[in-house]
């Protein structure tokens, strides 16, 4: 069969929009896209950019990944049951103090990020062993690798699904199954409105002062730089995702913004763990002037690159 099935998760918005979108419109027409989200009143802005691939190689359905009957009846509608490719991308974050939240909205975190992972893999891996082919790409985060301040249960989850991946690959390569990790810095999309819309309702009252300081005052701050000087665009990451997903020998880690691979280098320098836990304290709460000037300098290249650069190249008009 000369297309593959590429099923995506959480595809309303952001990455997963975006992915859907370049792979339905990939010049060698090597895919089918199944372009899944929860909620399927949010189809609007997929259907338009997805434009005269809709029902073509595009095709759009519904999933959650929190419910496993969602995650079935999806597969099941794909004719054999065949997915190629499954991207696992549908995710949500949570910041702020570990006081302000509610053990409900934890649990969601990981339900989302980790067991959502777990349920796909569930129901499409065993077809991708019987058949000795498949690829699972998992959208995990830079955070996956390494910690973050205000941001401990968004980490745990992304860690917890490089640990279930990294574990799962040495069965999954016995097979011929690939596995690989996509660990974006951060992203401009719909995922940091959603987090500092949910701040705006954030209950302090159990938060003692300099905490709540260091939050509100430092984090959300710098938080907001970081995401204008550093930020990638879905696209940008879907590129990435697009050479993974074609790769002969698909990588098993591809980190798509290269300035924070110093970070993980210095974690793994490490094994004590004590180089990068110190090395983030003294950026964040010794030299903060020069954290800020090394932002500014790198929002002002960032600006200065896409300037340049101009608008991405569009892709080539569908089939
Ligand atoms: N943006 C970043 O800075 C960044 C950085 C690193 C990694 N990532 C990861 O990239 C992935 C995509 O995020 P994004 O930046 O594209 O954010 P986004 O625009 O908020 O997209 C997240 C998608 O996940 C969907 N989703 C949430 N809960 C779901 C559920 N229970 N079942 C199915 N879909 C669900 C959302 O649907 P609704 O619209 O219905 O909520 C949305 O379509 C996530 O896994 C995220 O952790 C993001």
Redesign the pocket.
């Known amino acids: 069969m000369a297309y593959k099935n590429v099923l995506i ?8 929009l975006a992915l859907a979108v370049r792979l339905a419109k990939d010049e060698l027409k090597r895919f089918k896209v199944i372009a899944t ?3 399927m009143a ?1 189809k609007g802005p997929l259907e338009e950019k997805a434009g005269e691939t809709l029902e073509k190689t595009l095709q759009i359905l519904p ?4 419910c496993e009957d969602s995650v079935r009846q999806c597969v099941a509608t794909i004719p054999d049951q065949r997915v190629d490719v499954l991207v696992s ?5 949570l910041i702020g103090p570990l006081e302000c939240h509610s053990m409900a909205a934890m649990q969601r975190v990981l339900d ?2 980790f067991l ?1 992972l777990v349920r796909l893999v569930r129901e499409v891996f065993p077809s991708m062993k019987r058949r000795r082919q498949g690829h699972i790409v998992v ?1 995990s ?2 955070l996956g690798q390494q910690g973050l301040l205000f941001n401990d249960v968004y980490c745990a989850s992304k860690f917890a699904v490089e640990g279930f991946c990294e574990s799962l690959a040495l069965q999954a390569l016995k097979f011929g199954v690939n596995i690989s990790l996509l660990e ?4 401009v ?4 409105k ?1 987090l500092y819309d949910e701040v705006a309702s954030m209950d302090f009252s159990k938060v003692d002062p300099e905490t709540r300081d260091i939050f509100q005052g430092f984090y959300m701050a710098y938080s907001k730089d970081v995401f204008s000087a550093l930020g990638q665009t ?1 696209e940008e990451v879907a590129e990435h995702a697009v050479q993974v997903i074609g790769a002969a020998r698909p990588p098993f880690r591809c980190q798509t913004n290269s300035v924070y691979t110093p970070l993980t280098t210095l974690k793994h320098a490490d094994p004590s763990g004590r180089l990068p836990l110190s090395a983030f304290h003294q950026l964040v709460f010794q030299h903060d002037r020069l954290f800020r000037a090394s932002l500014s300098l790198l929002k002002m290249l960032q600006w200065r690159k896409r300037r340049d650069l101009g608008p991405l190249p569009r892709p080539p008009a569908p089939p």
């Open positions: 998760t959480g595809c309303s918005s952001g990455i997963g989200m929860r909620d949010k999933l959650d990944v929190t991308n549908a995710g949500v974050g989302v990020n959502g959208m985060s830079i974006p810095g951060p992203v999309t719909e995922f940091e959603k879905p």
